[in-house]
């Protein structure tokens, strides 16, 4: 931590910051230039972290406090430098391979769900993603079959085989929802939503994490610190778009953010095409790019009638398409090196 | 609702929609320009509409759909266009009176919180803030003293007479809070936790909806919409600021939003200086504009000794500023004829 | 300048660095921590910044460069601490007054301005506005009258007495626009045209510096600097909104700016209501905002008929409610004291 | 157009209203619904759009008016759907091959130049890139060389063949550059400075556009407009990150705008790593992601010595790490049907 002194900052002023961080056993490097001082404070305890910058950025002499080191941990890079390799039923996640996730935005009914299981299996899929719980900008939108969505996932899991992931909203759902699911799933609209990360913190079940549209990747890593100070280190990132004034995609996706996380956490990092743009027609295109970026997965929304969807019609790709997007994906994948 | 076709949308793909709309019971107005044909959909009926813009945004040929109505019926102008005037425990929120709420982030005592209640009750504040349950970006961080502060608050108010306002985070603690706390606050990361609007909607007692930092004016006025339809109008807005590109200030102070609020909704707004800003040197020039522009209240964070806070210090006031502040408030308040 | 190295930075490379700032003249400060070694440049000549700060931040072992001070210093607070005052042909602007300019987006004819130029007046404006040369999002829509528009505001002024504000948008129409204009406009789409910047630094005319719509308040400063740095320290700086995601607006008016221009700058900082909303109807809530939150003058769009302005008609007030605009802003300006 | 109306507009407003309509020759479809009438207008000629819509928006009475058709035409999808393909000196632009520019940010000198110039042309770059004016942020940083600069540029082009590309960044200059540049870079800081885009429009030589920092998708094609309107359709447009909330980079590449290009235009479509990210760790990442994304071409700085380089030398690849580069981008281009 840097703390850089107000120019009109007093030597008393300068004195009594001093004393105060030698009283907390902090070790002090002060150094005047002709127009700022600035004090250097050496081993600031992590957790304290926070607390401090506050405290120190409050005092009237103050100009700024520069924190120096990353404010979270166990999910960055050095403390697991070899990367963060999942297993979940038998499908690796990280690790140098592509795993996919397709399906419904909504589980809408027991057929159209088996019928979408069946054909992304067919098609590579690994894990098969729909919605039982769903979060909608609108109070009277539909929100999702709840237990009953949950069962019918269960059931298309069963036959197919494939884990599944799905998304929790409330904190008093955790406990439900993780009766059926391989993997929980934070929408982006929760990434914010301490409680809930707590609480699938408490779990022992993969969590995937949204980054919230409008979080930098610093915030979305401290997220992720959430679940994992309760002890879950079973967590995979998914960049999903974020918001700016662009009007003509939904979201902007970042593909920066790729290799961002790459540098600063072990942790897998999933794209997901069809939020990240909201519309079918650029869906295999970002994709294709995420792949190249190096992506550890994919989440994507496919539905046997797109036009027919209760929700995200407008981003499903069709089987049709999903089947021609995989073809596509293949050799992009094996020119970075990844297997599918 | 209107539906843009594509330009290569066929004679039969339009029939088959004007089939499917009509068959649906709506009225169609078809118009064939040169390079587009528009239809005209009549009579949508209001909670159908996100799921029929979505289905006929799926359709291959049509190019978009453009709602015509607001997304939002009981917190919209309309409903009421007189306004929304709250009374709280013999304070008047809204019609044409500014209400001062003031008070720490967070409670960290009996003590300080006492000492801030008398204080900003003399110097003309009507109810009091502070936070039991406080969300933080590092989970490292001080989380609040939960029920402990919750009592605090209660004892700070049975003294002064002020009522209070406090958030609350999670679906399961809505109970708890709810029999302490005079006003719901609802933080800006939880306005699109859609699960907490409900369950405080579901409650009689008056909800504070801080904008999400990222949510659109529209957005906002949908999520109080959620806590509306659960049949609770008690309902303030507050704008506190939104993120943008810029960083010399935690957020960006959205002043456009006051008035807008004002010509799309009939329910009061409120601004939050202290977050808006992240730096108390500013939060005077923004009280005083956000008072000037309109606003039906504020709510300020004080500190008895800002430096030692343990929460947002760098953005409280010391109550010296705060009595300053105060006034200035009511020449401005007078010149735009507010009641304070 | 701060350096803070790569946790795996070498000795050999920290020597490296250290002869290296040594030889550049530099002193040097260097504290290991237990996880980072930091590095302190003291005596950082300001001109060479820039260039240094990018050369460490190339160098493989370095993690980041912080800058300490500011990246402008002619038009910062510490380089006249008082403040600016401009007079424009007896107007002044700046210390402690409040100057309203006024007019249309476009000088659409003679007489039209002329009305415009007497009304405003009598309403108490000091400065008339209208553009000449216009900058258009389309190669299709109008783009001034050219000179015959300067001449037509020269006449506009010789009748009134009012002092003339206009837009300079090419290099090669400095010196035409200045042989008619009292001060030079630099539009938002222009603050980073660093060649315009230059050259109305080069005359020794006032010149209005509008924001960059997607600047920040520092790159803001920067691009005054420009200006400065030619030897031509008048300059005004003016807020007029910023691009964010919000879409009911046309911009967002970022009213922190305002305080935080007052404690980074000496230059006067003025308000656009007009742009910053895009609205009619907002126009006098922000005015009144900007007003309270310490603005030093205000540029406000106004047209005889609004809906048959060919420029920016939705956003210009009529003469009436240009009128009631003025009795409204008048008790504000006092509750703030300044004078109108 | 379509023009909604308030819900309180009179039957005589309406009439009024279509008979405007009538009398400037459109035709009109009037829909009334039970809550707004919507007047759908036919016909409207391209050129007076603009202005139409102002126009309608100013009136007191409408709500809204909503432009059907795209504000650009020349450089749309539909104007050329097979696509624009470019040869500068006997390199392809766009039609399926994959172009590469590399070289140095700035030319500092002779040697540097062509030391880069000769890697770069080994490694398979096409076209050499080098600036010699530079904006900068600062008025204090380095300009470039100017003419000098430009004449190392063409020494370096005749000994390598590679053609050249160099921004020009005022109208006063075009001239001089065009004598030496095979294409022109247009930067974001100048692609809303109209007269510069109808300076480069009125030559015949191929123009790079770079898109806005905070410009739309639509902005940038209406920008790209101004140029083919001047009769020049010899355009590149280049995507180069946007900006937003994010700190970690310094910009956000918006990989959506790579598919979106392609299907709103039929202009070829690049990327800029460099300045996408501003670091050139993730600059590999973000070069395979545009590449199997679509892009027809990349434009990539490389520093004989990053470390030393006069600007941007963090975002510089060096010449080990362009080489690796190449080799990497080979089998993604491959995998998307692009010749390098």
Redesign the interface.
């Known amino acids: 931590m840097?703390i850089?002194l107000q120019?009109d900052a007093t030597e008393e002023q300068q004195e009594a910051l001093l004393a105060d961080l030698k009283a907390r056993g902090y070790?002090v490097?002060c150094?005047r230039?002709?127009?700022?001082t600035?004090v250097?404070v050496?081993?600031t305890p992590?957790?304290d972290?926070?607390?401090l910058i506050?405290?120190f950025?409050?005092?009237?002499y103050v100009e700024r406090v520069?924190p120096?080191?990353k404010?979270?941990k166990l999910v960055g890079k050095?403390f697991r430098p070899e990367g963060t390799v999942l297993n979940v039923r038998g499908v690796q996640i990280g690790g140098g391979t592509l795993c996919v996730m397709a399906g419904p935005c909504t589980v809408e009914s027991a057929e159209m769900l088996l019928e979408t299981a069946r054909f992304v299996k067919k098609m590579g899929a690994h894990i098969l993603r729909g919605g039982a719980f769903k979060?909608?900008?609108?109070?009277?939108?539909?929100h999702g079959l709840g237990e009953e969505g949950l069962k019918i996932l269960q059931e298309a899991s069963l036959e197919t085989g494939l884990p599944i992931i799905t998304e929790v909203?409330?904190?008093?759902d955790v406990e439900l929802v993780g009766r059926y699911t391989d993997i929980f799933q934070i929408g982006t609209?929760?990434m914010?939503?301490?409680?809930l990360?707590?609480e699938v913190g408490n779990t022992r079940k993969p969590v995937m994490l949204k980054r919230g549209?409008?979080s930098?990747?610093?915030?979305w890593l401290?997220a992720a610190?959430?679940i994992a100070?309760q002890g879950n280190y079973e967590i995979i990132l998914c960049e999903r778009?974020?918001?700016?004034?662009?009007?003509?995609?939904r979201?902007?996706?970042?593909?920066?953010?790729?290799?961002?996380i790459?540098?600063?956490s072990h942790l897998p990092i999933f794209a997901d095409p069809s939020h990240?743009?909201g519309k079918?027609?650029?869906v295999?295109?970002?994709t294709?790019?995420?792949?190249?970026?190096?992506v550890d997965g994919l989440i994507i929304e496919v539905h046997p009638n797109?036009?027919?969807?209760?929700?995200?019609?407008?981003q499903?790709l069709s089987f049709e398409q999903f089947g021609q997007l995989m073809q596509?994906v293949r050799?992009?994948a094996?020119?970075?090196g990844k297997r599918l």
Not at 216 to 219: G, K
Not at 241 to 249: H, L, P, Q, S, V
């Open positions: 840097i850089v120019p070790g490097h150094s230039g002709v127009e700022r600035i250097g050496i081993g992590e957790r972290k926070d607390g506050e405290h950025e409050s005092l009237p520069i120096i080191l404010p979270y050095a979060p909608s900008t609108s109070p009277y939108s539909f909203m409330d904190t008093r609209r929760n914010t939503n301490f409680s990360l707590r549209w409008a930098t990747i610093e915030e401290q610190e959430y100070s778009g974020i918001r700016t004034f662009e009007t003509y995609t979201n902007t996706f970042d593909l920066n953010a790729i290799p961002a790459k540098e600063l990240a743009t079918r027609s650029l295999p295109a970002i294709l790019g995420a792949v190249a970026a190096g797109p036009e027919k969807a209760v929700k995200d019609g407008p499903s596509a050799p992009v094996e020119a970075v």
